[in-house]
């Protein structure tokens, strides 16, 4: 079964960007759906963006036009890159993959802080 391994996180001020990567140890190719998923303290985890097949990206209301989601299967990889940041988008961050067998893969999570 494919690894996933998320980097990337950190704090930062409102206002800032972070990259999250998302590295696979296998190929993505045949991977019918790669996101990003995030559960702030106390609240349930939610679906923040997620690419299906060879589809545009869909994101949640709250995330638009500030993250965008790519995937890279040359480099097995899956990234989100967050602008403008809020102190809302606070949250652990989980990478998150339906295979090729529709088994579904997520990886431990990395941690995003954003300050006021």
């Known amino acids: 079964q494919v690894q996933l391994v998320e980097s990337g996180g950190g704090l930062v001020q409102a206002g800032g960007s972070l990259r999250l990567s998302c590295a696979a140890s296998?190929?993505?190719?045949?991977?019918?759906?790669m996101g990003w998923y995030r559960q702030a303290p106390g609240k349930q985890r939610e679906l923040v963006a997620i690419?299906?097949?060879?589809?545009?990206?869909n994101y949640i209301d709250s995330v638009k036009g500030r993250f965008t989601l790519s995937r890279d299967n040359a480099k097995n990889s899956l990234y989100l890159q967050m602008n403008s940041l809020k102190p809302e988008d606070t949250a652990v961050y989980y990478c998150y993959a339906v295979d090729g067998h529709y088994q579904h893969l997520w990886g431990q999570g990395t941690q995003v802080t954003i300050s006021s």
């Open positions: 296998g190929s993505i190719f045949s991977f019918n759906a």
């Open positions: 690419i299906t097949g060879s589809g545009s990206p």
